[in-house]
């Protein structure tokens, strides 16, 4: 299985702060990563897929970036409406596996 | 307009059973492979079952292989989820999820239900 781990597992910032969030693969996942972002007590929701690609509709302030064992989600400048959970999901291979989560609160 | 809908979510006691079922709309269900995945309470996510789009491939977390069975109605667009044998483990919220793909891997979640709870206690 691969065991995926996010860092921070939480982090205080303001608006208009970068952020950034790692997520790390026990073993390669090639570069099939997803970041999803998960507001209290709704559904995930697809932010990034495969790496890199912006899933539609979502802003261009957040980007994802990373191949192989190591990914990267950034949020250029951060909104009130980003404070959330984050997950990272590898879907190279069964059984399918998320970090652990980074949960983003306002400072 | 992508919709999936879960229903069937309820309170049981260990060794129970129970069908989880997500009526899906907005979209062409029997080219999409979808899945299951749940969220313990406080916890993250965990993802529990997946099925092909042409049923004729089912996956399973080992936490669940043996206890759970994933199938779809590709007539009524409809997943479901028959869990037996229930833990107080499994207590969680289930979500039914769209992944980007006839095929399961490679392709993101990326479309979610609202999630029905699942509760295991006497």
């Known amino acids: 299985d691969i065991q995926m781990t996010q860092s921070p597992s939480s982090l205080s910032a303001s608006v208009g702060d970068r952020v950034t969030i790692i997520c790390r693969a026990s073993?390669?996942?090639?570069?099939?990563l997803n970041w999803y972002q998960q507001k209290s007590g709704k559904a995930p929701k697809l932010l990034i897929y495969?790496?890199?690609n912006l899933q539609s509709g979502v802003p261009s302030r957040f980007s994802g970036s990373g191949s192989g064992t190591e990914f990267t989600l950034t949020i250029s400048s951060l909104q009130p409406e980003d404070f959330a959970t984050y997950y990272c999901q590898q879907s190279y291979s069964l059984p399918l596996t998320f970090g652990g989560g980074t949960r983003v609160e306002i400072k | 307009e992508v919709q999936l809908v879960e229903s069937g979510g309820d309170s049981v006691q260990p060794g129970g059973s129970l069908r989880l079922s997500c009526a899906a709309s907005g979209f062409t269900f029997n080219t999409y492979a979808m899945s299951w995945v749940r969220q313990a309470p406080g916890k993250g996510l965990e993802w529990v079952s997946s099925i092909s789009g042409f049923a004729d491939s089912t996956y399973y977390a080992q936490s669940v292989k043996g206890r759970f069975t994933i199938s779809r109605d590709n007539s009524k667009n409809t997943l479901s989820l028959q869990m037996s044998s229930l833990r107080a483990e499994d207590t969680a919220v289930y979500y039914c999820?769209?992944?980007?793909?006839?095929?399961?891997?490679?392709?993101?979640?990326?479309?979610w239900g609202q999630g029905t709870l699942v509760t295991v206690s006497s």
């Open positions: 495969a790496a890199s």
């Open positions: 073993q390669s996942s090639s570069n099939y």
């Open positions: 999820a769209k992944e980007g793909d006839i095929v399961t891997g490679y392709s993101p979640f990326d479309y």
